[in-house]
Antibody, heavy 121, light 107 residues
Framework: QLQLQESGPGLVKPSETLSLTCTVS??????????WAWVRQPPGKGLEWIGS???????YYNPSLKSQVTVSVDTSKNQFSLRLTSVTAADTAVYYC?????????????WGQGTLVTVSS | DIQMTQSPSTLSASVGDRVTITCRAS??????LAWSQQKPGKAPKLLIY???TLESGVPSRFSGSGSGTEFTLTISSLQPDDFATYYC?????????FGGGTKVEIK
């Protein structure tokens, strides 16, 4: 059974870098035909796609965040990661890692449980 | 970017009611639309993709329809477990975008 588990600091100071890792079990990133993604949800608000990565390292980013975001993959550890620089209070959100549909169909097929990241001094 | 607009934002209904939620895209997305359900404090769960294909394990009371710019999610007979927030998502093109959500509340 597929499991996605986010890990990383729950508190980040303004202007610093938010770093999260998603560990995948029950599927192999290196042999999957799916993209792997990060989606966030500010408290009480809707969903925002951040970016996606393929096992080859190819990426797509939300233009609204592109200057801040890096999504990378480590197939040897079956993990992918998010790096968001120069954070502000507006980046406070639950961050979900997710697997998109197989074969390049980019609907969010499966979600991790999510991790709350608060940006505060 | 393709904007996704859901209506209504909140819906009050009773167990057994037929419920319909609408999602409109700012331009044609063919049938590249998914619906997900989110309960408080939980991650969303995929219900439907390609506008009308039911994800494995999802009850048949859920159905999706539409193409182009207008889509609907229908729950044929609302059950207690269905009170939640529902989101549509387009995957016709990047950036992937979601609707603002529809909260289904107990009447």
């Amino acid at each position: 059974q597929l499991q996605l588990q986010e890990s990383g600091p729950g508190l980040v100071k303004p202007s610093e870098t938010l770093s999260l890792t998603c560990t995948v079990s029950g599927d192999s990133i290196s042999s999957s035909s799916s993209y792997w993604a990060w989606v966030r949800q500010p408290p009480g608000k809707g969903l925002e796609w951040i970016g996606s990565v393929y096992h080859s390292g190819g990426t797509y980013y939300n233009p609204s965040l592109k200057s801040q975001v890096t999504v990378s993959v480590d197939t040897s550890k079956n993990q992918f990661s998010l790096r968001l620089t120069s954070v502000t209070a507006a980046d406070t959100a639950v961050y979900y890692c997710a697997r998109l549909g197989r074969g390049g169909y980019n609907f969010v097929a499966y979600w991790g449980q999510g991790t709350l990241v608060t940006v505060s001094s | 970017d393709i904007q996704m607009t859901q209506s209504p934002s909140t819906l009050s209904a009773s167990v057994g009611d037929r419920v319909t939620i609408t999602c409109r895209a700012s331009q044609s997305i063919d049938s590249w639309l998914a619906w997900s359900q989110q309960k408080p404090g939980k991650a969303p769960k995929l219900l439907i993709y390609k506008a009308s294909t039911l994800e494995s394990g999802v009850p048949s009371r859920f159905s999706g329809s539409g193409s182009g710019t207008e889509f609907t999610l229908t729950i044929s007979s609302l059950q207690p477990d269905d009170f939640a927030t529902y989101y549509c998502q387009q995957y016709k093109s990047y950036p992937l975008t979601f609707g603002g959500g529809t909260k289904v509340e107990i009447k």
